[in-house]
């Protein structure tokens, strides 16, 4: 049972890290609305569970706060990561630019 908590939690923050990674590249959004983007991004998945729960009437989909908690840290830290390409990135580019 432990296994299955700590799969969920790994699997509740990797689903969202893709989007906290790419949302630079779609749109310009500063650094300081990202959290709040972060828990839309959470609230409107546990929304769509929400939905699909009661469309179908199935049990299955749960609502859970620790979901959207765990929803926006995979934002936050996909645009953690994203963040620190860029800087490496700008710095390389910038180390490259003056040796030439």
């Keep these: 049972m432990p296994n ?3 799969r969920n939690i790994v699997d509740s923050i990797l689903l ?3 989007f906290g990674f790419g949302v630079s590249f ?5 650094a300081r609305n990202i959290p709040w983007l972060a ?3 959470g609230l409107v998945f546990e929304a ?3 939905a699909i729960s009661l469309i179908f009437r199935s049990p299955f989909r749960v609502i859970d706060i620790n979901d959207l908690l765990l929803n926006t840290i995979g934002v936050l830290l996909g645009y ?3 963040m620190v ?3 490496a990135y700008l710095a390389i580019t910038q180390h490259l630019q003056s040796a030439a």
């Design 26 to 30: 779609i749109a310009q959004i500063k």
């Design 39 to 41: 828990l839309a991004v």
């Design 85 to 87: 390409f860029a800087r």
């Design 80 to 82: 953690g990561v994203f």
């Design 48 to 50: 769509i569970q929400l």
């Design 4 to 6: 299955l908590c700590v």
């Design 16 to 18: 969202t890290m893709p």
